[in-house]
């Protein structure tokens, strides 16, 4: 099998985490100008249709995406198996989108569940059959990420520009569901022309269900926990506490979503390549990779986490108003909850998928999603945002730490003396951090943006110059311009 080189991962993280931030820079253009002209009855019809919609979206793929990722990786270089295993899992969730697109269209029709938004779910419906016709999780098994970071950013252009050009009036919710259902169905068009040169998808009937069907189970058992998990916050401090602060709680969120997104999208991308490894039984050069993976997102999570920490009234402040000042508290608490997120995931995504420990991953989620709606019961009524984030904050620890004791044989895996050697310039680093801080809030007012943009600018050489003089491995071959 021929071994890809690191370099080329590295470039797909930066790819992956650029494609993530547009998904996060994107709607922050447009929404402050839908909001104005939809109002917002509208756009919470809108955002309840969608995420009805979302649901649908999660039972037809039925956890395909993932599992199809890690085992078409294991036989990429065996053109047969690829094809055959591709394949089935296409007709899969073909057979799967069917029977939840007719189960929705039979609610919509004999039933008034979703009363006033029958026509905005009826349209969005359509999402359910691009999402699964454009089989994008093929790109993702040949670690094509320039293809789909072009497509991403041609397809939010064009949805920005049908936007500004065609939303007018408060009488075009409608055509704004329009132009969501008609940029999903240009990337499915352009994703399916594109994938053409990878393999011809076509329906089998030799779907081989038993043997996929567990493993499929467990992903999307996983996958609808989290996402239980995700919202369990925001749903219940609605019913406990009040809009302030559910918007309080948001606003820290979205900044708490964008810094985990783009430090997830980097380990993300690994998971075809690492899979790859283990299906060849690759094990050193896996073991290399993950611990190179780990080491350079440690060298980038500890300090991000210590700026949120150490910035968050100030940039709650800058994000929201004076108003959103309290939310400080909370994003600080979401910024520590922050490494056990990255850390877990890194556990969850690069080592036990491409083992094939989703069993694992599954129970963990479960778990940290019944002990997440548990605390929020005892916190929130008492603690109102910032019990919800303590709750995020042991949920996202508990993962991290129940699949790292389960990790079996991890010398194997992991070459622990080498992150160690990064964990410890990293803290280093962070503790730097903060002395920079409390040295600035001697001569500059902590509440001025001259404040905050200075810590940056000072943080952005001090730190990289400690990495030189510690020799970090990584960052001296960025000068040398070598990979790891």
């Known amino acids: 099998m021929k071994t890809l080189n690191i370099k080329s991962l590295g470039i797909n993280a930066v790819l992956n985490a650029f494609r993530s931030s547009l998904s996060i820079i994107f709607p922050l253009i447009t929404y402050p100008y839908v909001y104005r002209i939809l109002n917002a009855e509208s756009m919470g019809k809108y955002s309840y249709s969608s995420a009805i919609v979302g649901y649908f979206i999660l039972f037809a793929t039925f956890g395909i ?31 799967f989108t069917i029977f939840v697109f007719s189960i929705l269209w039979i609610l ?4 008034g569940i979703f009363k006033d938004n029958n026509n905005i779910i009826m349209i969005l419906s359509l999402n359910i059959i691009f999402t699964t016709l454009s089989a994008d999780w093929i790109n993702i098994i040949f670690e094509d990420y320039f293809i ?3 497509r991403s950013l041609l397809v939010y252009v064009i949805s920005i520009v049908m936007i500004f050009l065609l939303i007018k009036s408060e009488s075009d919710l409608i055509l704004y569901v329009l132009i969501n259902v008609f940029t999903t169905m240009v990337t499915c068009v352009l994703n399916r022309l594109y994938c053409r040169k990878y393999i011809k998808l076509r329906i089998t009937i030799n779907l081989d269900f038993t043997a996929h069907f567990k493993p499929l189970l467990y992903f999307f058992v996983n996958n609808l926990s989290s996402s239980i998990y995700v919202n369990s916050d925001i749903i219940m401090l609605g019913i406990l506490t009040d809009d302030y602060t559910v918007g309080v709680y948001s606003a820290a969120v ?11 999208a980097l380990y993300s991308a690994s998971i075809p390549r690492l899979s790859s490894y283990i299906g060849a039984k690759q094990f050193r050069v896996f073991r290399k990779t993950i611990t190179n993976i780990t080491c350079v997102i440690t060298l980038f999570l500890l300090p991000a986490s210590i700026g949120l920490i150490l910035l968050s009234t100030n940039i709650m402040v800058l994000f929201g108003g004076e108003e959103f000042g309290q939310a400080g508290s909370t994003l600080r608490l979401l910024s520590i909850a922050l490494i056990g997120s990255i850390f877990g995931g890194i556990i969850t995504s690069c080592f036990n998928i491409p083992l094939g420990k989703e069993k694992l991953n599954m129970e963990a989620t479960i778990i940290s999603s019944l002990l997440n709606i548990f605390l929020n019961i005892l916190l929130i009524p008492i603690y109102k945002q910032n019990g919800a984030a303590v709750t995020t904050l042991l949920s996202e620890y508990f993962v991290m730490l129940f699949c790292l004791l389960n990790l079996n044989n991890m010398k194997r895996y992991f070459n622990l003396k080498k992150f160690t050697i990064y964990l410890m310039q990293s803290i280093i680093g962070s503790i ?12 500059i007012d902590t509440s001025t943006f001259t404040f905050v943009i200075l810590l940056i600018l000072l943080t952005f050489f001090i730190y990289p110059l400690e990495l030189v003089v510690f020799k970090n491995e990584y960052f001296i071959n960025i000068i040398k311009r070598k990979s790891l």
């Open 432 to 443: 730097s951090i903060c002395i920079l801080y409390f040295m600035l809030t001697q001569f």
């Open 148 to 150: 789909m970071t072009i």
């Open 65 to 95: 995406t993932t599992y199809a990722v890690r085992e078409g990786a294991k036989v990429k270089d065996s053109p047969d198996k690829l094809n055959k295993i591709i394949n089935q899992l296409f007709s899969i969730n073909v057979l």
């Open 254 to 264: 979205k900044i708490y979503s964008v810094i985990k997104n783009i430090l997830s």
């Open 108 to 111: 919509i029709i004999f039933t």
